[in-house]
């Protein structure tokens, strides 16, 4: 921890503690997400102190989070409605942001397990949010959060305007004409999806709807000036409804669920406050080809629908329209 010392003029190394990059704070019943973030910051060759690896038995409970607290370079909070309610975990945190008031050098770093509304300091600090989001997609937010470099991507983004705009030339120099791939001896055979592909592809899909209403709810509220609020509850594992909020009243709401009396692997939407299984729009996965979606209840009447292919949505396509029709009913009010 060379880095360290040098910027904190080796106090601590003078001291003889030894010193680690991370420190996981988290109550008990977020055990499993202290451990499995620990893992992957270790994979990463990062070095950490968590509770339930590396305070044995004997040792003083007390004595130990301080040490712990005072020698890591960063803290990571495991946030949760249960992390916001304990009061064991808050002098945990409060050691690091004593120490970096500003957020200049990111001693504190909240990662977000289960949907809280953190609430006085831990409001302004920026979160990793990894709610809703599968294990892949998880690990790569949390190592992307880690890194206190800029978040610019290693190749340009693809232009998010209208498909008919000219494209944009790569490289002004010579073209070189691209490599003609061999031709197959026999045309590709197709393999319909089975029930299993069908049911990952769904699941999948409703990650990816549940993973995009939580980053997009966290955008607008930041850019609300305050006026706007949010709220995301998880029914069950496949079921959630989102609220949207305006100087503190209700502006828009919808539930978003797969299965059901519609089938096992629709995903389903309904707009306002529902009850039973009425909804809005069914979105079906294909039953033959390329696993896809399909909207069953679209009319082509909005720009996105006439510029998508509604019977052959990816699941990031459906995540856009269904979060599409739940902000056009918000605008509409």
């Not at 409060?94 to 006085?120: N, T, Y």
């Not at 909005?302 to 699941?315: A, G, H, S, V, Y």
């Amino acid at each position: 921890m060379e880095r360290f010392d040098a910027r904190h003029g080796g106090d601590l190394k003078a001291q003889g503690l030894d010193m680690t990059d991370f420190f996981i704070s988290y109550t008990g019943v977020d055990r499993e997400w202290a451990e499995w973030i620990a893992y992957i910051l270790e994979e990463a060759g990062f070095s950490t102190v968590v509770q339930a690896w590396d305070f044995r038995p004997g040792s003083n409970f007390v004595l130990a989070m301080q040490k712990a607290s005072e020698t890591a370079e960063r803290t990571v909070m495991v946030l949760s409605p249960d992390y916001l309610k304990s009061e064991m975990a808050a002098p945990e945190w409060a050691s690091a942001f004593a120490r970096d008031p500003q957020g200049l050098e990111r001693k504190l770093l909240p990662i977000m397990v289960r949907a809280c509304e953190p609430q006085g300091l831990l409001k302004a600090i920026v979160q990793v949010r990894i709610v809703g989001m599968d294990e892949d997609a998880s690990r790569q937010a949390i190592l992307s959060g880690v890194n206190r470099t800029r978040a610019k991507p290693s190749q340009r983004p693809s232009f998010p305007g209208a498909a008919s705009a000219s494209e944009h030339k790569h490289f002004p120099g010579p073209e070189i004409a691209p490599t003609r791939a061999p031709r197959p001896l026999l045309p590709r055979l197709g393999v319909a999806p089975t029930d299993a592909d069908r049911r990952r592809f769904a699941k999948r899909a409703f990650a990816s709807i549940r993973a995009t209403f939580e980053r997009n709810l966290n955008q607008v509220v930041e850019e609300g000036n305050g006026r706007l609020d949010f709220d995301v509850t998880d029914a069950t594992a496949t079921d959630f409804r989102a609220e949207l909020y305006l100087d503190g009243g209700t502006k828009g709401q919808c539930r978003v669920w797969l299965g059901g009396m519609m089938g096992e692997n629709n995903i389903c939407f309904a707009e306002g406050r529902t009850s039973g299984d009425a909804c809005n729009e069914i979105l079906a996965p294909s039953l033959s080809g390329e696993l896809s979606l399909s909207a069953t209840m679209s009319m082509g009447h909005t720009d996105f629908e006439r510029r998508t292919d509604m019977k052959k949505l990816t699941p990031e396509q459906a995540a856009d329209y269904l979060w599409e029709r739940f902000t056009r009913a918000f605008r509409s009010k």
